[in-house]
């Protein structure tokens, strides 16, 4: 098989391996021609483009190969590159491939250069192109319009025939400017200058005028129309109608007035009046605003004219033509129904109609009513009125357009009308819940979610420290918080409180019913005060905290006598420990005589006497830790021990108490704790000997003792009578019992579970309680692990 020579002798000399790589390579067609038009070299492309091998082609001039070819364009280009000696460029459709081709021709002194490529698929994209913007011009909802640069139209599409009203017979040939208004005629030389300068006018807003003389709103974008050479040889012009853009501007900033004017006060008298200033004589001659009541009668709340005398006359003329609400059209209409009414031209007839006789009639023409709408007042579902737009003398007839805007305008003067009201009935709300709050012996606050106080009454105002209710909250949020700041903070057990602790605080996170007996020392005064601080959250719709009431009772008169009780009783129950002490000492020996005479009744009667001596014993012990808890000086002994060794201890001595209850050890951990073993003893006892008492009717008490990584826990069940919820949180405090007619009253102080909640507290542990009525109750309390 032979290969085709790729040079000619004479070319084998001329190009190197380079080059030729670059040539045999390139997506081009590339030839050599030499002085006789013969082919002195093709690369592939070449062949493949123009469907010949290089042996039937090398060595053989142009007319031997394509004879077909010769008189075309092309050879007539070949020939004027040869002749010139300048290189010659074209694009043109090859008759013979019915392909196009771009064509670039070098000529040298050894003869022709030529490259050429097939572009007959991008001619076909362009025409295709071409036809498809032609098509979107002529379907454009844009006016397009092309211009020479001396302004004489050359094309014409069907939007511009829809907006000016000139067919394209009639505008292409003719000045531009025939569309131009009188008063715009040289807007054309401003604009072609720019365009002459090579810039784009964009969306320039600016007006037009139709055949019919009608003047039009129109934005315009001038572009710049260039020939091949990159010359400006005219204009294009799209033009968009925006009279419906242009009216929504004025209307949204109508309604952005009136909306302004609706925000500006919540007096509704004084809005409608400011709103009716507004509307005349911009929308309508005249305004009026109409409101029912639940009975049906109908009030003239505002009438507007640009005359005030008419104003008056028309106010008059109401009292003497009341609406009537039974007419089947007009005012009483749109309230029953709730849909506008539009009427575009008001004829004579139709005002002889509505008529009631003949003085009526008269005022109606002479009114001159040319168009009327109707609309309702809505709020929250409810018609409040009407307002009426009246168009007489500027002789403006109303559309839907206009019927549209009335009825925005009614919904929103309906809504802040409605606003306007409902703000007068708080106010008048307010003004009286304020009296009342004023008079009460509580303090009270309001907290909004960042805890600002946003009302306070002087009570609570005088017992924070402030002077009064204005001055408190007239003081700035960082400021009253340093006011506050200044008092040493307590709960009734003496334990520090922070402002976070607060019952507000902790109502604003959700919490709900708080109530905390708050003791706060002032160090300015030095005094110590006593509130009762109950706190309760509002939540808004979405369930979001959006206030906290807090109400503040103050105990301070009641917290001095019981402190002075307090002191009395810690003196008594030392002063009754002592005789106490005796006589349980004279019984025991009373008991010894009696036993060795044999006297058995005397033991009866010694018996029952030791054992209400240990009940006396434990109440006046009671007393006095009660005491000490309340002077902070309760002694705590510590030391490390084993909890579940002192749980089954208590289990077993309490059992031998009792025939009636089995007492359950159900679980028990090895659990190292600190502290006072005694104390946490008679923790034990307290809640054992309470689960005995409550449970009546027999049955078992349930003990565990359970760890985890960092602490014990401990609960007694049983199967008793059960505490309600309400009790649940109270039962802690000191004195408490709950009380329920319906329930049998069991004896007792009510501070055993108080002291037994406070050795917890002293112990860094908590105590708590599960139950439900009827159901039985566990107690809880945890105490924090031995860490050696």
């Known amino acids: 098989m032979s290969t085709s020579p790729l040079f000619s002798d004479e070319m084998k000399l001329t190009f190197d391996s380079q080059v030729l790589a670059v040539l045999e390579n390139t997506s081009d067609g590339f030839i050599i021609l030499n002085n006789c038009w013969c082919y002195t070299y093709l690369n592939r492309a070449a062949e493949t483009i123009l ?387 004023r008079g009460v012996a509580d303090g009270i606050t309001v907290q909004d979610p960042n805890g600002r106080v946003i009302y306070a009454n002087d009570v609570a105002a005088q017992m924070s420290g402030f002077p009064s209710a204005e001055a408190m909250l007239n003081m700035p949020s960082d400021s009253w918080m340093q006011a506050m700041s200044r008092f040493v903070l307590k709960d009734e057990a003496g334990h520090p409180l922070t402002i976070e602790q607060l019952p507000g605080r902790r109502a604003l996170r959700g919490e709900k019913n708080v109530q905390v007996i708050l003791q706060y020392y002032d160090p300015v005064t030095r005094q110590t005060l006593w509130s009762l601080v109950k706190a309760e959250p509002l939540f808004n719709e979405q369930g979001s905290v959006q206030l906290a009431v807090n109400v503040f009772v103050d105990l301070s008169e009641r917290k001095e006598l019981e402190l002075r009780k307090d002191e009395f009783i810690s003196m008594a129950s030392h002063e009754l420990k002592t005789p106490v002490t005796s006589l349980k000492g004279f019984t025991q020996v009373l008991y010894r005589r009696f036993k060795k005479r044999g006297d058995e009744e005397s033991l009866s009667f010694l018996a029952r006497m030791d054992g209400q001596l240990d009940k006396l014993t434990k109440l006046i012990n009671n007393l006095l830790d009660l005491s000490k808890i309340q002077a902070g000086k309760l002694a705590v002994q510590e030391e490390a021990f084993d909890l579940a060794d002192v749980v089954r201890n208590i289990v077993d001595t309490l059992q031998a108490t009792t025939q009636t209850h089995q007492l359950v050890l159900e679980e028990t951990t090895h659990a190292e704790v600190f502290g006072d073993k005694d104390r946490i003893e008679q923790v034990l006892i307290n809640l054992v000997t309470n689960a005995l008492k409550y449970s009546p009717q027999k049955g078992c008490v349930n003990i565990r003792v359970s760890t985890d990584h960092e602490q014990a826990l401990v609960s007694v069940q049983d199967f008793g009578i059960g505490i309600a919820e309400a009790h649940q949180q109270k039962i802690f405090e000191r004195f408490y019992q709950v009380t329920d007619p319906m329930e049998k009253t069991f004896p007792g102080l009510g501070i055993g579970l108080f002291i037994s909640n406070e050795i917890i507290k002293q112990h860094h542990g908590r105590m708590w309680v599960v139950s439900s009525k009827g159901e039985g109750a566990t107690f809880y309390f945890t105490l924090p692990l031995y860490d050696r």
């Open 51 to 437: 469907q010949k091998r290089r042996e039937d082609v090398l060595g053989k001039n142009v007319w031997e190969v394509f004879p077909e070819a010769v008189g075309t364009s092309f050879w007539t280009k070949f020939y004027e590159a040869a002749d010139t000696q300048t290189i010659v460029e074209l694009e043109d459709l090859y008759p013979p491939f019915e392909k196009w081709f771009q064509v670039h021709i070098y000529p040298s002194e050894a003869g022709l250069s030529v490259t050429f490529r097939d572009i007959t698929e991008r001619k076909r994209r362009s025409e295709e192109a071409r036809l498809q913007l032609a098509a979107l011009v002529e379907s454009s909802d844009d006016a397009i319009i092309g211009k020479t640069r001396e302004g004489i139209i050359t094309s014409w599409n069907r939007a511009a025939k829809r907006m000016y009203g000139y067919s394209a017979e009639e505008a292409v040939g003719r000045p531009i400017t025939l569309i131009f208004p009188p008063d715009r005629q040289d807007e054309f030389t401003k604009i072609m200058e720019q365009i002459l300068r090579g810039e784009r006018v964009d969306h320039y807003e600016t007006t037009r005028m139709r055949k019919d003389g009608t003047i039009l709103p129109v934005s315009v974008t001038v572009s710049p129309i260039h020939n091949k050479d990159e010359q400006i040889i005219g204009a294009s012009a799209i033009a968009q109608n925006i009279t419906s853009r242009k009216r929504a501007e004025e209307q949204t900033h109508f309604l952005a007035n009136v909306s302004k004017v609706l925000a500006s006060t919540l007096d509704y008298q004084e809005t409608l009046a400011n709103i009716a200033h507004l509307v005349v004589p911009q929308l309508a001659d005249w305004f009026v605003v109409d409101l029912v009541d639940e009975h049906g009668h109908f009030e003239l709340i505002e009438v507007d004219h640009r005359d005030r005398e008419k104003v008056q006359w028309a106010k008059e003329l109401r009292k003497k033509y009341p609406i009537d609400p039974d007419t089947p059209t007009g005012v009483p209409n749109v309230v029953r129904t709730g849909q506008a009414e539009l009427y575009s031209e008001i004829t004579d007839d139709m005002l002889v109609a509505s008529a009631r006789d003949e003085e009526e009639l008269a005022i109606s023409r002479q009114i001159g009513f040319t168009s009327v709408m109707v609309v309702p007042l809505v709020a929250r579902g409810k018609t409040l009125g009407t307002v009426t737009f009246v168009s007489a003398e500027s002789g403006r007839r109303y559309n839907t357009g206009d019927i549209a805007l009335a009825e925005e305008v009614g919904r929103r003067v309906g809504v802040a009308l409605d606003n306007a009201i409902l703000y007068r009935q708080v106010q008048q709300s307010r003004d009286q819940l304020d009296v009342i709050l």
